[in-house]
């Protein structure tokens, strides 16, 4: 057996530390799998609260786009199921204004952001940097656990008589600050805002934690240019979440207030049933503003762990060192900074002054060059690699697959003027579902099947992943790839029908193909559950560095051990992309392994 | 399992000052403790926070014609009648906070010096001056409140010739539409109303490090970080009360 870890002393070092202090010897159940302080527990705890918000999630998805693709059949056993949401085997307009708000809501919050984030951020920052565990192992558990209440109270708007928010996933007032314009935006609404407060709360300690577990917790020789591009990468999703979601607090907060004090901070002239309201002086515009200053942050949350993640992973898998390391550090470093400062593109047509929209247009192109910087990159990487296709290669070529495709429409998009054509059609939905929706669950899918090993010690099976990576790529490109046509020409997004529009009516087959697309593609992901879960308990037990990968996470023991190594945490003398290095004789040098006299002589000139 | 197990007993790390961790890790960037790389960058957190609230204030305010003019606002003083000073009391009041930031910097400083009394002492100072600031905002609100002041109704309106006005509403009564633009109570309680919450946040926080240093936890510690830490928190507060004072009361 191949042991790289250099780890074999079997004595404990006094000065162990960074892991939870607050175990006793003895651990219960409770203690060990609920109230756990490991990261690599809550790293999983995240994970599968998060496929659990994802089933729910795609299951909306599925509701609605029964209702897009057959908007006059009915469906009685739907209505067995579901109940109040619909009425006559038909679905309620409230209930289908409900589904694609938490939908949306779902899917960029808890699943892409906190699930994304949180599972790979627990289980790789320390691991892959050498520490025992986080920084603050108590505020990473704290992290998990608001993020469950914050995910009962959403869950539970979905029970209340009148249903739960239906603004969208945006809630822009006034239509989210009054109740009276709709039954969503009643109780379902106040319950949306207690929760995403507290979603704010979890994804700020969780983010503090992973900044400065990355800043302080590094074992020696794991200076910040030796370190793997997913520490880079979760490095700056933590800066963003920390500086941006805060912002979104503001704007909730000053929501709240209109919603319950009565003041005016978005709300201005509104007549309801021919009774003039005593709101003056607010601007719904405001609100825009403050929440796409998350908003437009909040889609680089999602996708760069994914991209780090990809980075590693078709390094590992293509046997070559990553193209343009450095490169793909400021890339990262480049989109964070101009993620900050481009988001009025989203509201172009909201009104805001023509100038104005051409200087966002400007940065929102540029984000296309990092964007292309880290492309070329990872197409380099594989270039001429040595290729393993495994299920992670794949889903990692996958992502990039999708990046490309979306990233190519966001280039049309960000453009003002071509925007006032596309803005709020399905042009727009097959966007950014491509490029931050599917591309984003790619890199999570690839690196779950790369990283179970580590989290569970078993391999998945991995016929199961081929098929269930073939029905999903081309189902989700059966699924976005029409809409772009439809967009085009001109079919609104989130309507409920398109019935009343004639000349849509070309679309109505189209429309049936998409709904059946969603289906087989939902039903491909219970398939990867069932592997995921049979794997956990019965899969192939795994070897101690099953992809042969350099990085400090396959050093540490297959079981998965509080404190994370044996004895002393291995020290880092190289970089992490030492694949098929010439001269060498095997394909791979891990991060552990000290410099040779040759290459020691090599770094001196 | 056993040296697993013995690491967890000779487990120190959330105690140690320095950026140095113990195994030989590597320094972070600036060399500071992980408490307080977290403490600087939630700050930073929370001035986005406080930015948005104010770029959100200048945003309604540009959208207004007219604004209360504070001078005719905020003029009363406990104690005085109706004799009208303006930026009296909230001078005093910016005042002891700015005090109370001081008082905390010596206890930081003999926090340096491992004087345990001295820490105890200045910490008692900035704590009282935390209250005391409270105490005064909680008299400006009752008194804006008694004016007939509320988020959602603005008594100050625009009087002869530009000339900010109040609105008797216990004589002249209470129309439907505010007298005067809405957003100006809204903003006001909202804003200094969080930025108290800030306050009052630091002030229970302050208490627990007096109380903690009255234990002994920190001479315990070997280093009095903590109120460190708390006094960065303390300052940011007090950072925060120049930049709303500047919106609120002098512009």
Not at chain 1, 184 to 195: A, E, K, N, R
Not at chain 1, 250 to 268: A, E, K, W
Request: with cysteine.
């Amino acid at each position: 057996m191949e042991t790289l870890h250099t780890v074999t002393e079997q004595h404990a070092h006094a000065t162990a530390h960074g892991h939870d202090g607050g175990h006793h010897h003895t651990e219960t159940f409770i203690s060990k799998y609920i109230f756990s302080l490991d990261h690599k527990t809550i790293g999983k705890q995240f994970l599968i609260t998060g496929m659990v918000w994802a089933v729910i999630g795609g299951l909306f998805s599925v509701l609605f786009r029964i209702q897009l693709g057959w908007p006059d059949e009915t469906f009685p056993f739907l209505e067995r199921m579901f109940g109040a949401w619909y009425t006559d085997g038909k679905l309620n307009p409230e209930a289908y204004y409900s589904l694609i708000t938490m939908h949306g809501t779902i899917m960029v919050f808890f699943v892409l952001t906190a699930s994304l984030s949180g599972t790979f951020a627990n289980v790789l920052i320390p691991l892959q940097l050498g520490a025992r565990d986080m920084a603050s192992p108590l505020m990473n558990a704290l992290s998990y656990w608001f993020f469950v209440i914050s995910g009962i109270i959403m869950f539970s708007s979905l029970f209340l008589p009148t249903g739960a928010a239906s603004a969208g996933w945006t809630i822009y007032p006034p239509l989210s600050a009054l109740p009276q314009t709709s039954p969503g935006s009643g109780d379902g609404m106040t319950l949306w805002l207690i929760s995403m407060v507290l979603f704010v709360v979890s994804t700020l300690l969780g983010g503090l934690n992973y900044v400065s577990t990355i800043l302080n917790m590094r074992t020696k020789g794991m200076s910040l240019f030796k370190m793997p591009l997913t520490v880079w990468a979760l490095f700056f999703t933590a800066i963003i979440g920390i500086l941006s979601f805060p912002v979104l607090v503001s704007g909730v907060v000053l929501l709240i207030f209109d919603r319950t004090l009565g003041t005016s901070f978005y709300l201005s002239h509104i007549v309801i049933g021919g009774v003039p309201q005593p709101y003056a002086g607010g601007s719904p515009i405001l609100f825009q503003h403050l929440f796409w200053f998350l908003g437009h942050p909040e889609v680089y949350i999602v996708i760069l762990p994914a991209m780090g993640m990809v980075s590693e992973i078709l390094a590992v898998h293509a046997r070559k060192p990553i193209f343009g390391y450095k490169a793909m550090i400021f890339s990262i470093l480049g989109i964070t900074i101009l993620g900050f400062i481009v988001w009025a593109h989203h509201m172009f047509m909201a009104g805001i002054n023509p100038f104005l929209g051409s200087v966002f247009t400007f940065f929102t192109l540029l984000i296309a060059i990092p964007s292309a910087v880290k492309v070329f990159n990872w197409i380099t990487t594989i270039w001429k690699g040595n290729l393993h296709i495994t299920a992670p290669f794949l889903f990692a070529v996958g992502f990039v697959s999708m990046f490309i495709s979306g990233g190519l429409t966001g280039i049309w998009l960000g453009n003002s003027t071509i925007d006032i054509q596309l803005h709020d059609t399905y042009f727009v939905v097959a966007h950014f579902h491509i490029v931050m929706g599917i591309a984003a669950f790619f890199g999570m899918f690839a690196g779950i099947y790369h990283w179970f090993p580590r989290m569970f010690g078993r391999m998945m099976n991995t016929n199961l992943a081929y098929i269930h990576f073939a029905i999903t790529f081309i189902g989700s490109y059966l699924i976005f790839w029409p809409m772009h046509f439809q967009g085009l020409a001109g079919v609104p997004r989130r309507y409920y029908t398109n019935n009343n529009f004639e000349i849509f009516a070309v679309f109505n087959g189209m429309n049936k193909v998409i709904s059946i697309a969603a289906i087989i593609v939902f039903l491909a992901q219970l398939l990867f559950l069932v592997n995921f879960f049979w794997s956990i308990f019965k899969g192939k037990k795994s070897s101690q560095n099953p992809w042969n990968a350099n990085t400090l996470e396959w050093t540490s023991p297959v079981e998965g051990i509080h404190g994370n190594w044996h004895g002393d945490i291995p020290e880092v003398h190289r970089w992490a992309y030492d694949y098929s290095r010439p001269g060498n004789e095997s394909d791979f040098i891990p991060q552990n392994f000290p410099l040779t006299e040759k290459e020691k002589t090599e770094a001196d000139h | 399992m056993a040296e697993v197990l013995e690491i967890k007993e000779h487990h120190t790390v959330h105690q140690l000052p320095t950026a140095d961790n113990g195994e030989g890790g590597e320094k972070s960037p600036m060399n500071i403790s992980y408490g307080k790389t977290m403490m600087w960058y939630f700050l930073l957190s929370d001035a986005f926070t406080f930015s948005a609230f104010l770029i959100a204030y200048a945003c309604l305010r540009l959208g207004h014609k007219w604004w209360p003019n504070p001078n005719d606002v905020f003029n009363a003083m406990p104690f005085m009648g109706h004799h009208k000073i303006p930026m009296g009391f909230v001078s005093i009041m910016t005042f002891i906070l700015i005090m109370s930031s001081v008082f905390v910097v010596r206890a930081v400083q003999e926090g340096h010096r491992m004087n345990k009394k001295g820490v105890m002492y200045w910490m008692f100072w900035g704590i009282l001056g935390g209250a005391a600031f409270l105490g005064c905002q909680a008299w400006e609100w009752q008194h804006l409140l008694a004016e007939g002041m509320r988020p959602f109704y603005n008594v100050f309106y625009e009087g002869k010739d530009g000339l900010t006005t109040l609105w008797n509403v216990h004589e002249q009564g209470k129309p439907l539409f505010s007298p005067g633009p809405v957003a100006f109570g809204a903003l006001f309680f909202g804003i200094t109303g969080f930025h108290g919450f800030h306050v009052f946040t630091g002030v229970c926080l302050n208490i627990w490090g007096f109380f903690a240093t009255a234990n002994g936890t920190f001479e315990k510690r070997g280093h009095y970080e903590m109120i460190e830490k708390l006094g960065l928190y303390w300052h940011f507060v007090d950072l925060v009360w120049v930049f709303v004072f500047l919106a609120f009361y002098l512009m």
